[in-house]
């Protein structure tokens, strides 16, 4: 019972194409978030929504842009990929209390731009 | 500004040797969150401990133990007798509670490598 998922878990593509990236998380948590972690293992938060309501965004390329479908699924998308884009993208989550609690992360997906 | 310093990039040790992980936090809330984070050479993030604020306690989990201290901003992750499957990149996390976002800053990591 995978708790977070991504798809795909590789991805190679060439430079300007547009792509997604899936997640979904089956632990009825109400709140998902994306990270990218670069080349240097640096992990930096990117967006973040709230029972579908966008909450983080933080200073990333319009070329990003994530939809929320429902509470359980966050997606990412990627217009006219740059090299710099290449990296490991995780997805997450966790249930909002009065406190920040433990995110569950998924396995990743490493994106590769050539 | 919040932010997170791992100061140690690389550690060695040889198995069975103790290990310290330094982390050292800023933030101007008096409420946030520490959280550790493994993640092994298979790429996964894999929680360790959240500590709040107003808890100062150390904690111990086997061979893991943390030691919180609000004075030095420091929340420094000790391994006791490490092994091989120790081996991985650490990262330590802030999250405050202002805002209520939930939002993990993390450290640069530090990678821990134990040799047998």
């Known amino acids: 019972d995978t708790a977070v998922s991504q798809t795909p878990k590789y991805l190679v593509t060439q430079m300007g194409n547009d792509k997604s990236i899936k997640c979904e998380q089956n632990l009825g948590h109400d709140t998902m978030y994306w990270y990218k972690q670069d080349s240097k293992k640096f992990l930096k938060i990117m967006f973040s929504y709230n029972n579908k309501e966008l909450i983080i965004n933080e200073t990333v390329p319009n070329r990003f842009s994530p939809k929320s479908p429902d509470k359980a699924h966050l997606n990412l998308h990627i217009n006219s990929l740059e090299l710099g884009d290449s990296a490991v993208y995780f997805c997450?989550?966790?249930?909002?209390?009065?406190?920040?609690?433990?995110?569950?992360f998924g396995p990743g997906t490493r994106l590769t731009v050539l | 500004a919040q932010k997170v310093t791992q100061a140690q990039t690389e550690i060695s040790v040889v198995e069975k040797e103790d290990v310290t992980l330094d982390c050292v936090y800023e933030t101007r809330d008096t409420t946030y969150y520490l959280f550790w984070y493994k993640q092994p050479p298979s790429g996964e993030l894999v929680f360790l401990i959240r500590r709040n604020s107003f808890d100062e306690q150390n904690e111990i989990s086997g061979r893991y133990s943390w030691n919180f201290q609000k004075s030095t901003s420091s929340f420094n992750f000790t391994i006791t007798a490490s092994q091989v499957v120790d081996s991985a990149v650490y990262f330590c996390a802030l999250s405050e509670g202002s805002g209520n976002t939930g939002k993990l800053i993390f450290g640069q990591g530090t990678t821990l490598q134990v040799k047998p």
């Open positions: 997450a989550s966790s249930q909002m209390t009065s406190g920040a609690m433990q995110q569950f």
